[in-house]
């Protein structure tokens, strides 16, 4: 089984609106990690935003927000007031422990545009 | 966040011959750092793992004759694309582990990715 999946695999979203990209995990463990990547055209993975396991609180960084349901298994990545900058593919990713572990388990992407 | 710098960004080669990429961390010490494969429009394949001073660990199906992978310093890691074929044109991005006492914990840093094209 898929341990991340992204159903999306492209999204379009007018300048300023918001736009949620959606993620789902597989995993056993009690304690894992997530992660949101962006990769704009250039290649570089840059990172985004994490949620612990154990977080209560969804997390936040800027203009993104990680709506985190733990019971759905399901890290949604929230970008608010989209930017032409913004437009790249997205993946999700888990590692499985929640503060060390070994390989990171990446989803296969969603390609964002941001229409003017 | 943590930089991790990739050398070169692109390479053009003839068949046959063989391409080394490095793959540092600029400002923090790397004990493991990963290399991944990416075809265009699809997401990043795992091809090993690379510890500081031992042998790789390869993912099931990666010929660990062809890519070599040599992790010598906590800085520094080499992969090694030996008799390269067209069908080894790929982005090769790699990442670096580090420990943070934040949140986050364990996080991966990736290098900007080397473009390989084999002629």
């Known amino acids: 089984a898929q341990k991340i999946t992204q159903t999306q695999p492209g999204m379009f979203v007018q300048e300023k609106e918001a736009v949620t990209l959606d993620c789902t995990y597989d995993?056993?463990?009690?304690?894992?990690?997530l992660f949101w990547y962006k990769q704009p055209s250039s290649g570089e993975m840059i990172f985004l935003i994490y949620?612990?396991?154990?977080?209560?609180q969804n997390a936040t960084e800027g203009r993104y927000s990680l709506n985190f349901q733990k019971a759905r298994k399901s890290a949604n990545l929230v970008i608010s007031a989209s930017q032409l900058g913004d437009s790249a593919m997205y993946f999700c990713?888990?590692?499985?422990?929640?503060?060390?572990?070994?390989?990171?388990?990446f989803g296969t992407g969603t390609s964002l545009t941001v229409i003017p | 966040g943590a930089v991790v710098s990739q050398h070169p960004s692109w390479v053009i080669c003839k068949s046959g011959t063989s391409v080394k990429i490095e793959c540092r961390s600029l400002?923090?010490?790397?004990?493991?750092m990963f290399w991944y494969r990416q075809f265009p429009k699809q997401s990043l394949m795992l091809m090993a793992t690379?510890?500081?001073?031992?042998?790789?660990?390869?993912e099931q199906g990666v010929e660990k004759d062809k890519f070599l992978i040599n992790h010598a310093s906590l800085t520094l890691s080499t992969l090694t694309v030996t008799s390269a074929h067209p069908e080894d044109s790929s982005f090769y991005i790699c990442?670096?582990?580090?420990?943070?006492?934040?949140?986050?914990?364990?996080?991966?840093?990736f290098g900007p990715g080397t473009r390989l094209t084999v002629l």
């Open positions: 990442s670096a582990r580090e420990w943070s006492s934040g949140r986050a914990g364990d996080t991966q840093y």
């Open positions: 995993t056993s463990d009690q304690s894992y990690g």
């Open positions: 949620q612990g396991s154990y977080d209560e």
């Open positions: 990713a888990m590692r499985e422990g929640l503060v060390t572990g070994n390989q990171f388990y």
């Open positions: 400002d923090f010490q790397a004990t493991t």
């Open positions: 690379s510890n500081e001073g031992s042998k790789a660990t390869y």
